[in-house]
């Protein structure tokens, strides 16, 4: 099993910046593909960012293009997302989840870590 744990989330104003962090455990990170999502009062949860095994290869959703970054640290276990220029509608709970590489289904989720934007 694999276990996802996030940190980094909080309040922030508009225009500022947050870096999220996914600790993972219970096997080799470096075998896991790592995505982040998010999931906004109401909505559904919605795809942010992924990124392959190596960090070479990163996938964004378009609100998150210029402005998310993704990355992962092998050492250390911990994946990343760091968000700049947040606006009020970023204000989510984001969840650090990762696969195995070959499937297409996502199959560790993080328990969620709240990013609130104040306008």
């Known amino acids: 099993q694999v276990q996802l744990v996030e940190s980094g989330g909080g309040l922030v104003q508009a225009g500022g910046s947050l870096r999220l962090s996914c600790a993972a455990s219970?096997?080799?990170?470096?075998?896991?593909?790592m995505g982040w999502f998010r999931q906004a009062p109401g909505k559904e949860r919605e795809f942010v960012a992924a990124?392959?095994?190596?960090?070479?290869?990163?996938h964004y959703a378009d609100f998150g293009e210029g402005r998310f970054t993704i990355s992962r640290d092998n050492a250390k276990n911990t994946g990343y997302l760091q968000m700049n220029s947040l606006k009020p509608e970023d204000t989510a709970v984001y969840y650090c989840?990762?696969?195995?590489?070959?499937?297409?289904?996502?199959?560790?989720w993080g328990q969620g870590t709240q990013v609130t934007v104040s306008s």
């Open positions: 989840t990762a696969h195995l590489d070959g499937r297409t289904q996502w199959d560790y």
């Open positions: 219970g096997r080799t990170f470096s075998s896991l593909v």
């Open positions: 990124i392959g095994l190596s960090g070479g290869t990163t």
